[in-house]
């Protein structure tokens, strides 16, 4: 007798039944297989409307084993509702009128038993299947809808800020604000340059030398203030005089990874800790990040570039993130039987000994690098006047080394004048018997060529605070879809800072600070559904 557990059109299969004591256990394998085969053939997801798939009998068996006819026992039925349906349920070929030709039906022996099993498991699999395939597809639509053209906008600022003072302090209302008034301008002609038209999708701002007194919340609230509502304080970290925040579009936050940070300290020793690398690792959509924020050491004889050399490689060698790359190396070397130290506690330790930047699609590495011109200071001054920048740069001690030690890494084109170092009492002019030289820079790094492109690379020349002037650069990068794996942030921000901000804001407007020249700066509008921060 036969029992009909599939067709062409309701996905079954006929098969024929024995009594209990003519099964045998080749039986069972031949039909477990049989299904399998037939069963992951036609479990191919296809995307479209909703749609549901059964498995029906128009035969039933009861408790002796006996077949009994479907209308006096209801079948079987084992049914799902997803939010994509299944194109095909098996393999067939059509004619070109459309017509299905006929298939060849597989005939086996089974147990009702094994033939439930068999159902249930096909029916996990579909929708394991349809799950997977959704998930893909949402991220393409929402890759879709943050970027329409696939690329991103990044602005990274780096500033020696020199401890200057009442740089980021909050002023009462019962006071006149003028300080303020000033710092908020300098500080939106960093931020918010007039010669680009949008802020950027993704914001950094690296510092170094601040004012080791000061709180850093304060610090945040004004950038946060200056920027914006439209972004918000993704993470940011802090040691010693040394500062890394980055800000995103608020509607890209459901898309980022979890961030992981680290710090590498140059000095082991001494209660003040100005020199050393800050680095921030996280995941946008299907892309990686890494932005890097250091503090080399200063000298211009031989032993200061040997030491900017150290700390540009021990950088490279010796922090701890992305954290999945490193487990991973350290296992394929045999490094756990080896005495591993922390990254942040001597300049002599090791960690994995290979170039971690190397793992993110994108590096973007800015900071005080104390890289300086190998030239007499007059010399110097001269060429600067004429504006002679590609003659400073056969002087420059990065320019010079950049295909030794410094390889890799890429830099904007340097059309500006050295940003370091200038005179605090007249900053227009240099500080005499020094050589002006271009310390501040903002390096990058990718891993396929033709994905990144520096469309401006400047310094903020107005801005007189400290001896160093502040260096902005702008790039335009690619960004490749995301599998939805990984450890999500699920749209984590800092809302203390994002709130604070945002009152600070309302407040410097009220009293007319920060308004001056504001209608040149255009704000972003991205287009997305998600406007209401949680």
């Known amino acids: 007798m036969s029992k009909t557990i599939a067709n062409d059109s309701n996905s079954t299969v006929d098969v024929y039944v024995k009594s209990e004591n003519t099964l045998d256990s080749s039986d069972q394998y031949e039909l477990i297989n049989t299904a399998?085969?037939?069963?992951?053939?036609?479990?191919t997801p296809d995307i479209g409307t909703n749609a549901s798939y059964s498995f029906d009998s128009n035969t039933h068996t009861n408790n002796d084993g006996k077949i009994i006819n479907n209308n006096e026992t209801p079948s079987p039925t084992i049914s799902a509702v997803v939010d994509i349906p299944f194109n095909t349920r098996r393999q067939s070929t059509k004619n070109d009128d459309c017509s299905a030709l006929s298939e060849t039906t597989t005939s086996v022996e089974s147990k009702p038993s094994i033939v439930n099993t068999f159902v249930k498991s096909v029916h996990l699999l579909a929708i394991a299947n349809a799950r997977h395939s959704q998930q893909?597809?949402?991220?393409?639509?929402?890759?879709?809808?943050?970027?329409?053209?696939?690329?991103?906008?990044?602005?990274?600022?780096?500033?020696?800020?020199?401890?200057?003072?009442?740089?980021?302090?909050?002023?009462?209302?019962?006071?006149?604000?003028?300080?303020?008034?000033?710092?908020?301008?300098?500080?939106?002609?960093?931020?918010?340059?007039?010669?680009?038209?949008?802020?950027?999708?993704?914001?950094?701002?690296?510092?170094?030398?601040?004012?080791?007194?000061?709180?850093?919340?304060?610090?945040?609230?004004?950038?946060?203030?200056?920027?914006?509502?439209?972004?918000?304080?993704?993470?940011?970290?802090?040691?010693?005089?040394?500062?890394?925040?980055?800000?995103?579009?608020?509607?890209?936050?459901?898309?980022?990874?979890?961030?992981?940070?680290?710090?590498?300290?140059?000095?082991?020793?001494?209660?003040?800790?100005?020199?050393?690398?800050?680095?921030?690792?996280?995941?946008?959509?299907?892309?990686?990040?890494?932005?890097?924020?250091s503090h080399?050491?200063?000298?211009?004889?031989?032993?200061?570039?040997?030491?900017?050399?150290?700390?540009?490689?021990?950088?490279?060698?010796k922090l701890t993130i992305p954290h999945v790359y490193i487990k991973r190396i350290e296992k394929t070397s045999n490094l756990n039987s080896s005495v591993k130290t922390s990254s942040t506690s001597s300049l002599n330790t090791l960690a994995t000994s290979v170039d971690v930047t190397r793992f993110s699609d994108y590096v973007l590495w800015a900071g005080d690098m104390?890289?300086?011109?190998?030239?007499?200071?007059?010399?110097?001054?001269?060429?600067?006047?004429?504006?002679?920048?590609?003659?400073?740069?056969?002087?420059?001690?990065?320019?010079?080394?950049?295909?030794?030690?410094?390889?890799?890494?890429?830099?904007?084109?340097?059309?500006?004048?050295?940003?370091?170092?200038?005179?605090l009492s007249n900053s227009d002019n240099y500080a005499k018997h020094r050589t002006p030289s271009y310390t501040d820079r903002i390096l990058y790094r990718c891993k396929q060529?033709?994905?990144?492109?520096?469309?401006?690379?400047?310094?903020v020349f107005q801005v007189k605070h400290s001896d160093h002037k502040p260096v902005v650069a702008h790039f335009r990068v690619k960004v490749k879809p995301g599998l939805g794996k990984g450890n999500l942030a699920f749209g984590k921000f800092n809302r203390h800072v994002y709130k604070r901000g945002y009152e600070q804001r309302e407040l410097h407007h009220t009293l007319g600070i920060g308004v001056r020249d504001r209608h040149k700066k255009k704000v972003s509008m991205p287009k997305s559904s998600v406007c209401i921060l949680q």
């Open 36 to 43: 399998k085969q037939q069963g992951s053939q036609s479990m």
């Open 136 to 293: 893909v597809t949402d991220d393409y639509s929402d890759l879709d809808k943050c970027f329409p053209q696939r690329e991103a906008t990044i602005m990274v600022v780096t500033w020696n800020t020199g401890e200057a003072k009442n740089l980021y302090e909050q002023n009462s209302p019962k006071k006149t604000g003028l300080t303020k008034e000033q710092m908020i301008e300098d500080m939106s002609d960093i931020i918010l340059p007039t010669w680009i038209d949008y802020v950027a999708d993704i914001i950094v701002i690296c510092t170094q030398e601040m004012s080791a007194s000061k709180n850093r919340v304060d610090w945040e609230i004004l950038l946060q203030e200056v920027i914006g509502p439209s972004h918000v304080l993704f993470h940011s970290v802090h040691f010693g005089t040394l500062s890394l925040c980055i800000f995103l579009r608020r509607d890209l936050i459901w898309f980022c990874s979890e961030p992981e940070q680290d710090v590498y300290k140059f000095r082991t020793i001494g209660p003040v800790r100005t020199k050393a690398s800050l680095a921030i690792t996280f995941n946008l959509f299907g892309t990686s990040f890494m932005i890097i924020n």
């Open 296 to 317: 080399f050491e200063a000298g211009d004889d031989k032993d200061g570039r040997a030491n900017r050399k150290l700390n540009f490689l021990n950088t490279k060698a």
């Open 370 to 423: 104390n890289f300086r011109i190998e030239e007499h200071p007059q010399t110097v001054i001269n060429l600067i006047k004429q504006n002679q920048y590609k003659d400073l740069l056969l002087k420059d001690e990065f320019k010079v080394a950049q295909n030794d030690c410094y390889k890799d890494f890429l830099e904007g084109d340097i059309c500006f004048d050295p940003t370091y170092k200038y005179d």
């Open 449 to 459: 060529d033709e994905q990144i492109e520096c469309t401006h690379y400047k310094s």
